[in-house]
C-alpha cells in the first residue's frame, strides 16, 4: 500500500463549477499538509500549505483536512480554464529535533476545466 | 525576486555516463532539496541540503549524490547513468529547512538516457 494514494484522473469539468479534489494517507506521522499545481513542463507551485486538521481558505482555493480519516482535500471555486494543471498533494512527518524527511507525493490528479 | 533556477533544462546521455544538475535557490534560501519525478513513480524525494550540510536522503542508490555550497547553490550528480534514470529533476528550496518549509520548485532539468 502506498503511503499517499490519489486519484490520477483525468478529472473533466466545465468552467465555473466547484472541483474537489482529494488525497488519502496512511501514515499518521504526516503532521504538514501542501497542495501543490503543476502546468506541463513546469515545476510544481505551492498553491495551499497547513498543519492543523480542519480548513484553510484562500481566494477560490480551499484546503481541508481530517487527520482522523487521513484524508485531505482541495476545493476550487468558480473554476477557470486557467486552473487545467495537474494538483499534487503532499505530505510532511514531524520528527523531533528539527530534522525531517523530505515531502512525500501523491502522484496527481490531471484537471480539465472545458471552456 | 528571481526564482529557483535550474541548468540545464535538458540533456540527453547515455548508459554508463555520469551527469552533474545545478541549482540556484531564491536569494535568502539556505535549504536546496532535490525530487525525481517520473510517470511511474511520481515525485520523490532525492535529499536535503541546508548550510552545505545533508539533512536527509531518500531511498535512491549510492550513485546519487549532491552537495551545497557556501553560496546556497547545490549540485547534484548521478553517476553510471541507466535508463531508469530518464526524469525530470527538480529542485526547491525554502528558507527553512526540515519541517516548516514551504517548498518553491524550479523548472526542473529534464534528462533522458540512451
Known amino acids: 500500500q502506498k503511503e499517499v494514494e490519489q486519484d490520477p484522473g483525468p478529472l473533466s469539468v466545465p468552467e465555473g463549477a466547484i472541483v474537489s479534489l482529494n488525497c488519502t494517507y496512511s501514515n499518521s506521522a504526516f503532521q504538514y499538509f501542501m497542495w501543490y499545481r503543476q502546468y506541463s513542463r513546469k515545476g510544481p507551485e505551492l498553491l495551499m500549505y497547513?498543519?492543523?486538521?480542519g480548513n484553510k481558505e484562500d481566494g477560490r482555493f480551499t484546503a481541508q483536512v481530517d487527520k482522523s480519516s487521513k484524508y485531505i482535500s482541495l476545493f476550487i471555486r468558480d473554476s477557470q480554464p486557467s486552473d487545467s494543471a495537474t494538483y499534487l498533494c503532499?505530505?510532511?512527518?514531524?520528527?523531533?529535533?528539527?530534522?525531517?524527511?523530505?515531502?512525500?507525493f501523491g502522484k496527481g490528479t490531471h484537471l480539465i476545466i472545458q471552456p | 525576486k528571481a526564482g529557483v533556477t535550474q541548468t540545464p533544462r535538458y540533456l540527453i546521455k547515455t548508459r554508463g555516463q555520469q551527469v552533474t544538475l545545478s541549482c540556484s535557490p531564491i536569494s535568502g534560501h539556505r535549504s536546496v532539496s532535490w525530487y525525481q519525478q517520473t510517470p511511474g513513480q511520481g515525485l520523490q524525494f532525492l535529499f536535503e541540503y541546508f548550510s552545505e550540510t545533508q539533512r536527509n536522503k531518500g531511498n535512491f542508490p549510492g550513485r546519487f549524490s549532491g552537495r551545497q555550497f557556501s553560496n546556497s547553490r547545490s549540485e547534484m550528480n548521478v553517476s553510471t547513468l541507466e535508463l531508469g534514470d530518464s526524469a525530470l529533476y527538480l529542485c526547491a528550496s525554502s528558507f527553512l529547512a526540515g519541517n516548516t518549509g514551504e517548498l518553491f520548485f524550479g523548472e526542473g532539468s529534464r534528462l533522458t538516457v540512451l
Open positions: 497547513t498543519y492543523s486538521s
Open positions: 503532499a505530505m510532511r512527518e514531524l520528527v523531533s529535533g528539527g530534522g525531517a524527511d523530505g515531502l512525500t
